[in-house]
């Protein structure tokens, strides 16, 4: 289970940055996480919720964006909404694709006090 190395380090991030403001606790936690970052869900909150427990993140506000996974076809130029990470092009059918978002895994924002 690689999500509980993930909130780990979200963990470990947050504490440094709770530091660096001389803060005392952390109110809320805003994550970035795609939709084809590799994630369970399901086992990213399991492991969210043994790992906080006596940690900055204990009493926190949790807010996750789940960011849509997007592709643009390689061949056609046609930009649209992928599954899969083979998935064909909607229009032209070709498999040649840059994924542009999806794969999103970060700390977008702290609040301290």
């Known amino acids: 289970m690689?999500?509980?190395?993930?909130?780990m380090s979200i963990i470990a991030?947050?504490?440094?940055?709770?530091?660096?403001?001389?803060?005392?606790t952390i109110d809320e936690i805003e994550l970035d996480i795609?939709?084809?970052?590799g994630i369970e869900m399901d086992s990213f909150d399991f492991a969210w919720n043994q790992a906080?427990?006596?940690?900055?993140l204990e009493h926190?506000?949790?807010?996750?964006?789940r960011i849509e996974a997007r592709a643009l076809c390689l061949d056609c130029s046609a930009e649209f909404a992928i599954q899969n990470y083979y998935d064909a092009c909607p229009v032209c059918g070709e498999h040649l694709l840059?994924?542009?978002s999806g794969k999103e895994l970060r700390v977008k924002s702290l609040v301290v006090s």
Do not use: F, Y
């Open 2 to 7: 690689h999500e509980l190395s993930i909130v």
């Open 13 to 24: 991030i947050a504490q440094q940055q709770a530091m660096d403001a001389a803060a005392v």
């Open 34 to 37: 795609g939709t084809m970052s």
């Open 52 to 56: 906080v427990k006596r940690s900055v």
């Open 60 to 65: 926190a506000l949790r807010k996750i964006n």
């Open 98 to 100: 840059n994924i542009l």
